[in-house]
C-alpha cells in the first residue's frame, strides 16, 4: 500500500492545483447563491489530502535509501527534459512541512477573511503556491528549479497584491515582483551556462560532477555567485531585501507561508547547488559574507521598528542569514534542520500577531499594551513561538543553534560569535514586541480586543503545540546530540546570550526600566537603524537614479534621432510623391522611356563598381 503512494508521490503537488482549478467557478462569480466559500472548502478538503497521502508515504520511506523517479516528458536533440523526482525522507518531510503548514494557514483565513469576497481568489492562489512549492521539494532538477521558482515568484505577486484598491498593496507586489527578478535574472545566467559544463541539470549528477570537476577560477567564481543569486532574492537577503518588508501588505494567511516556508526554498534550493558553489573559495565567501551582514544587520533593524509586521519580517531574514551561513559553511544538514524548526516557530509567531493587528486595526507597537489580561491564549502562543525561535532549550531552536555553533566553534570562532550575537538580538526583538503587546496598561486600541474567531484561534494552538514537541520529534528521530556529545561553553554562551537579550528587554519593555519612548544614542544612530541603513534612499540615489538617466537619454534617442529619422524618411516620401504627381501624362511612350532611364542609371552604377 506504502509502495502505492511513494509510486504516485508526484500526486502531492496535484491534490492542491486540482484545487486551484475546482475554484474557478467561485472566482468571477459564475456561482453566485452559495457565495464564494465552498472555493474555500474545497481547497482545505485537497490540502488535507495532500497531507494524508505525504504521511502514508513518509512512513513507507522512512530508514529507507532514498530513489529517484523519472517522469518522461520532452527530448530534443541532447537536451533531456524528463522530471527527476527524488525520494527520500528529507523531501516527503519537506511537503508535510508544506501541506500542514498551508492548511493551517487555510483554516487561519476563514477566521482573517470572514468577510472578504475574494475567498475564491485567495484560496485558488495558496493552492497555486502549496503546489508550486510541493513540485520544489520533490523535484531533482535545476532546470525545473528554475521554472518553479518563476511560478513562485508569480504567485508571490498576486497573493501581496491580493487587495489590488490600495496603493502600498500594488507597491508591495510591484517591489516584490522586481526585486526577485533581479536574482532569478542572475540564476538563468547560471542554469544555461552549467549545462555545457557539467552535461545535466540533475542535482544529484551535479553533486557528482562537481567531486571531481576542474574549472577555471574565473568560469568557477562567475556560475557560484549567479546560482547564488537566485536563492538570495528568494530568502529576502542584503541587498535584495526590502521586498520581504513590503510584502506583508498583503492578507496573513499567504504571510503565513511566505515568511515561514517561502524565503526557505531559497535556501533549499542553495543546499543542492551548494556543491557547485564549493567550486569557488570566492563563491563560498560571498555566501557567508551575505549571511552574516544579513543576520546581524535585520537583527539589529529589527529592535528599532514600530511596526508589527515589519519588526517580524527582518527576523525573518536575520533567520535565512543563518541559513545561508550554515550552507556556505558546509553544514547543510544543520541548515535543513534549521529551516524545519525555524518554520514552525515563526509561523507561529504570524499568526498571532496577525490575529491582534486583525482586531486592533493598528500595527503600531506603541497603540499596544495590556493584551494579556484579554488575549491570553494569543500570549501563550506567542510566548511558545519566542521560545521556540531562539536558543531556549529544550525547544527545537536550541538544538539546532547550539549544533550550528558547536559545529564553527573550533574553525570559525568569529562567525559563531556572530551566531550568538544574533540570538540575543532576536531574543531582545521577540521579547519586545511581546512586552509592547501584552504587558504594561491597556490602552485606547485595546480596551476592547477580544480572542478571535474558533478559525483564528485553532490553528494557533495546533501549531503551538507542535512546537512545544519538536524537540521529541528530533530525539525520536535521532537529531539531538547525545549529553556527553554536548559543548558546554558553546551551550552556555548561547543560553547566556538569549538569557541577556530577553532579560534586557524585559527590564525595558515589561518592567518599565525606562522611560518610553526608549531612546539609544544620538537621534540619527536610532534613524539609521529604524530607516534600515536607508538602503531604499541608497538605491534611489544609485541605481534609481542611473536607471532614470539613462532612460532619459534612451527617450532623448528615441524622440529626436530614431522618431528624427523616420520622420525624415516620411516627410521625403510624401514630397516625392508630391512632386511625381506633376509628371504624369498619361503617354504610354514616355513611361517606357522613364523606366529605360532608370534601368540605364541602375546598369550604371553597377558597371561603375566593377570597373
Known amino acids: 500500500m506504502t509502495e502505492f503512494f511513494l509510486q504516485n508521490i508526484w500526486w502531492i503537488p496535484c491534490y492542491p492545483f486540482l484545487g486551484a482549478i475546482l475554484s474557478v467557478p467561485w472566482s468571477p462569480g459564475i456561482i453566485r447563491k452559495t457565495g464564494p466559500r465552498p472555493a474555500g472548502y474545497i481547497n482545505i478538503i485537497m490540502t488535507l489530502l495532500a497531507f494524508v497521502h505525504g504521511s502514508i508515504a513518509l512512513g513507507g520511506m522512512w530508514g529507507q535509501p532514498g530513489r529517484e523517479i523519472v517522469i518522461p516528458w520532452l ?131 551535479l553533486t557528482e560532477w562537481a567531486a571531481t570537476a576542474t574549472l577555471n577560477p574565473t568560469v568557477a567564481t562567475l556560475l557560484g555567485v ?132 486583525l482586531n486592533n486595526i493598528t500595527q503600531d507597537l506603541t497603540q499596544y499594551g495590556g493584551l494579556w489580561s484579554r488575549r491570553p491564549i494569543s500570549g501563550i502562543c506567542f510566548l511558545v513561538g519566542i521560545a521556540a525561535l531562539v536558543g531556549v532549550p529544550p525547544f527545537g531552536g536550541f538544538w539546532m543553534l547550539l549544533e550550528l ?87 552556555g554562551l548561547l543560553m547566556l546570550s538569549t538569557l541577556a537579550g530577553a532579560g534586557l528587554s524585559v527590564w525595558i519593555y515589561i518592567f518599565d526600566g525606562l522611560p518610553k519612548p526608549v531612546t539609544f544614542g544620538s537621534r540619527a544612530v536610532q534613524d539609521f537603524f529604524a530607516y534600515d541603513f536607508y538602503t531604499a534612499k541608497l538605491y534611489r540615489l544609485t541605481i534609481i537614479s542611473a536607471v532614470a538617466v539613462v532612460s532619459r537619454i534612451i527617450d532623448w534617442i528615441d524622440r529626436f534621432i530614431v522618431d528624427g529619422f523616420v520622420n525624415l524618411v516620411g516627410l521625403a516620401t510624401v514630397f516625392s510623391g508630391q512632386s511625381l504627381r506633376y509628371n504624369v501624362t498619361g503617354q504610354t511612350q514616355f513611361y517606357a522611356l522613364t523606366i529605360l532611364l532608370g534601368i540605364t542609371l541602375l546598369l550604371s552604377v553597377l558597371c561603375f563598381g566593377l570597373f
Open 75 to 205: 527530448q530534443v536533440a541532447d537536451l533531456d527534459f524528463s522530471i527527476p523526482i527524488e525520494l527520500s525522507a528529507i523531501t516527503i518531510g519537506a511537503t508535510l512541512v508544506i501541506t500542514g503548514l498551508n492548511l493551517l494557514a487555510q483554516v487561519y483565513a476563514i477566521a482573517y477573511l470572514e468577510m472578504d469576497w475574494g475567498w475564491a481568489r485567495f484560496y485558488c492562489l495558496m493552492a497555486l503556491f502549496e503546489a508550486g512549492l510541493a513540485a520544489l521539494v520533490l523535484c531533482n532538477s535545476l532546470f525545473f528549479t528554475y521554472i518553479i521558482l518563476e511560478i513562485l515568484t508569480l504567485g508571490t505577486y498576486l497573493l501581496v497584491g491580493f487587495w489590488f484598491n490600495q496603493s502600498l498593496v500594488v507597491t508591495g507586489a510591484r517591489d516584490a515582483f522586481l526585486t526577485k527578478r533581479v536574482g532569478d535574472l542572475f540564476l538563468l545566467m547560471g542554469v544555461v551556462s552549467l549545462y555545457p559544463l557539467a552535461g545535466t541539470w540533475n542535482f544529484t549528477e
Open 405 to 491: 555553533t558547536q559545529n564553527l566553534w573550533p574553525t570559525e570562532p568569529a562567525i559563531a560569535i556572530v551566531l550568538l550575537a544574533v540570538n540575543g538580538l532576536t531574543a531582545f526583538s521577540l521579547t519586545r514586541e511581546f512586552g509592547l503587546m501584552f504587558a504594561g496598561t491597556v490602552k485606547q486600541m485595546t480596551v476592547r480586543s477580544p480572542e478571535g474567531l474558533w478559525a483564528g484561534v485553532l490553528p494557533m494552538t495546533v501549531l503551538a503545540g507542535f512546537c512545544l514537541h519538536v524537540p521529541l520529534l528530533l530525539q525520536a528521530w535521532g537529531l539531538l546530540p547525545s549529553w556527553q556529545a554536548i559543548d558546554l561553553t558553546a551551550a
Open 226 to 357: 549567479a546560482l547564488l543569486a537566485g536563492p538570495l532574492g528568494k530568502c529576502a537577503q542584503f541587498p535584495l531585501h526590502l521586498w520581504l518588508d513590503e510584502a506583508m501588505e498583503g492578507p496573513v494567511p499567504s504571510t503565513v507561508l511566505r515568511n515561514a516556508v517561502v524565503v526557505g526554498s531559497g535556501a533549499w534550493v542553495l543546499t543542492k547547488v551548494f556543491p557547485v558553489i564549493a567550486l569557488s573559495p570566492v563563491a563560498e565567501s560571498v555566501t557567508v559574507a551575505i549571511g552574516l551582514a544579513t543576520a546581524l544587520g535585520a537583527s539589529a533593524i529589527a529592535i528599532a521598528q514600530i511596526d508589527a509586521k515589519r519588526a517580524i519580517s527582518y527576523s525573518v531574514s536575520s533567520y535565512m542569514g543563518m541559513a545561508l551561513i550554515a550552507v556556505g559553511t558546509g553544514f547543510t544538514n544543520t541548515a535543513l534542520l534549521l529551516l524545519f524548526t525555524y518554520s514552525m516557530a515563526m509561523a507561529l509567531l504570524v499568526m498571532t500577531s496577525g490575529g491582534i493587528i
